[in-house]
């Protein structure tokens, strides 16, 4: 278990990572976007976009890290690497950034009646977006159950 504080937390651990002996089975990282502060960003690569350029050259390097621990694993199951995000206003941009360097994208919504919609975003092809399918979960006496596959909307 290793805790970070912020991007530069992250980078030094991924850059690290080929220095494992054993490789965890997955990395989790908790509301990613949020290690990245706007204005630290920009001024750092003095640029407008200084954040998602930093979102970016982290990601390229999970990434690699992940890839090489997953070439060095070879019959054992692979190294898994888990994002999630909170988005507020940013989507667009940011889903754009994510969908270049994150195989699988699922999101998540609120259906405004103690629902939950799950949506998988993921690309298979260029142009060509992910299921039309959507799952509609709710939570009930603690337990997440699956109300209905929904066509989406």
């Not at 937390?9 to 490789?23: C, E, N, Q, R, S």
């Not at 995000?85 to 919504?109: A, C, E, M, N």
Request: hydrophobic share 40%; with cysteine.
């Amino acid at each position: 278990m290793k805790y970070v504080e912020d991007d530069q937390g992250i980078k030094k651990f991924f850059a690290a990572f080929h220095l494992h002996k054993t490789f965890p089975a997955a990395v989790i990282v908790d509301d990613f976007g949020d290690f990245f502060d706007d204005s630290n960003c920009q001024a750092k690569y003095s640029n407008q976009r200084g954040r998602d350029l930093a979102i970016v050259r982290t990601l390229a390097l999970c990434r690699d890290a992940i890839t090489h621990a997953n070439e060095r694993l070879a019959s054992r199951p692979p190294c898994k690497l888990l994002l999630s995000d909170t988005q507020h206003g940013d989507t667009p941009r940011l889903f754009f950034i994510y969908k270049r360097w994150v195989p699988s994208i699922f999101t998540i919504k609120g259906d405004g009646m103690q629902s939950f919609l799950l949506k998988n975003n993921t690309s298979t092809s260029v142009g060509e977006s992910g299921s039309k399918e959507v799952a509609k979960y709710s939570i009930a006496l603690q337990y997440l159950v699956l109300e209905d596959i929904v066509d989406e909307e």
